[in-house]
T-cell receptor, first 112, second 112 residues
């Protein structure tokens, strides 16, 4: 059972480049979410999804897009990377938002 | 979005000391989760509290949910270096209904 997987583990981008952070879960969870974590800080919600075809914005959605075409996958897209998006990105999944969240190992992103 | 305020933000103590971490909101929680995160990893659920006045114990950790369900605390007895980490509270209730938001976390360092 792989749980929640994220790729890549590390990424360096130049300002203005685009990329997609991948997230997949094999637990048939309906709820998936993306958070960013800056040094010494808690988690800030970027986008979330309550099921395939349904997404919504979190606390810090600007500069990020998401889609949820299948239950398993929830990619996060940076259309034009900015240094302010340097962070660690975590994907999480659960049956419902008030239930146990299972987190991926994180993607460490550096934007130069 | 329900704002969760955690205090203190930083805690540095000696092995064997006791400590308490607080999580407060101006809104009522439907439920509250406590997570622990170690460096380089994703958060892992410690406990979920649901009922006002509820007390849950996990070895040396005691979790309380306020009677009015607007505050919660985590108490660690006889802290050990292995308790070092980031402690986060999270809630999907109140004005955050349908999505899970986190407090800013408490960074705990336990010195041998």
């Amino acid at each position: 059972n792989a749980g929640v997987t994220q790729t890549p583990k590390f990424q360096v981008l130049k300002t203005g480049q685009s990329m997609t952070l991948q997230c997949a879960q094999d637990m048939n969870h309906e709820y998936m979410s993306w958070y960013r974590q800056d040094p010494g800080m808690g988690l800030r919600l970027i986008h979330y999804s309550v099921g395939a075809g349904i997404t919504d914005q979190g606390e810090v959605p600007n500069g990020y897009n998401v889609s949820r075409s299948t239950t398993e996958d929830f990619p996060l897209r940076l259309l034009s990377a900015a240094p302010s998006q340097t962070s660690v990105y975590f994907c999480a999944s659960s049956r419902r938002p008030e239930e146990t969240q299972y987190f991926g190992p994180g993607t460490r992103l550096l934007v130069l | 979005t329900q704002l969760l305020e955690q205090s203190p933000q930083f805690l540095s103590i000696q092995e064997g000391e006791n400590l308490t971490v607080y999580c407060n909101s101006s809104s009522v929680f439907s439920s509250l989760q406590w997570y622990r995160q170690e460096p380089g990893e994703g958060p892992v659920l410690l406990v979920t509290v649901v009922t006002g006045g509820e007390v849950k114990k996990l070895k040396r950790l005691t979790f309380q949910f306020g009677d009015a369900r607007k505050d919660s605390s985590l108490h660690i007895t006889a802290a050990q270096p292995g308790d070092t980490g980031l402690y986060l509270c999270a809630s999907a209730g109140g004005t955050s209904y349908g999505k899970l938001t986190f407090g800013q976390g408490t960074i705990l360092t336990v010195h041998p």
